[in-house]
C-alpha cells in the first residue's frame, strides 16, 4: 500500500525556523513531481512550493526568499525548510507526490493527512 506522510512540524516562535519532511512508501516504481501545500483556518489550500524529478522548483510569491524545497530521490523524501517564519504561515502543511506504479504506467497524486505549523507572534 502506497502511503505519504509528512513529519516535522511544531510551534515556533515569529523569526525561526523549521524543516517539514514527507515520505512515500510503498510499491513505488518512480516519482515525479512533489509539492507542499498549506491551508490555514477559513482559507483555501494554497501552493507553497513543488520540486520536479529534475529538481526544477516552483515557489509562492509569499514564500520566495524564506522557504526550500528540496528532494532525496534515494529515500523518496522532499523537504522543506522554512526560515524567518511569520504568524501568516501558521497552517496546517500538506505534501504530495505524483506515483507511478510501474514502468511507463500512469502518474498518481497522493496526500499525506497533513502536519501542523504554528508561528507564535
Known amino acids: 500500500q502506497v502511503q505519504v506522510v509528512e513529519s516535522g512540524g511544531g510551534l515556533v516562535q515569529a523569526g525561526g525556523s523549521l524543516r517539514v519532511s514527507c515520505v512515500a512508501t510503498?510499491?513505488?516504481?518512480?516519482?515525479?513531481?512533489m509539492g507542499w501545500y498549506r491551508q490555514a483556518p477559513g482559507k483555501q489550500r494554497e501552493l507553497v512550493a513543488s520540486?520536479?524529478?529534475?529538481?526544477?522548483?516552483n515557489y509562492a510569491d509569499s514564500v520566495k526568499g524564506r522557504f526550500t524545497i528540496s528532494r532525496d530521490n534515494a529515500k523518496n523524501t522532499v523537504y522543506l525548510q522554512m526560515n524567518s517564519l511569520k504568524p501568516e504561515d501558521t497552517a496546517v502543511y500538506y505534501c504530495?507526490?505524483?506515483?507511478?506504479?510501474?514502468?511507463?504506467?500512469?502518474?498518481?497524486?497522493?496526500w499525506g493527512p497533513g502536519t501542523q505549523v504554528t508561528v507564535s507572534s
Open positions: 504530495n507526490a505524483d506515483l507511478q506504479y510501474k514502468r511507463a504506467g500512469p502518474f498518481y497524486r497522493h
Open positions: 510503498g510499491n513505488i516504481f518512480a516519482i515525479n513531481t
Open positions: 520540486i520536479t524529478s529534475g529538481n526544477s522548483t
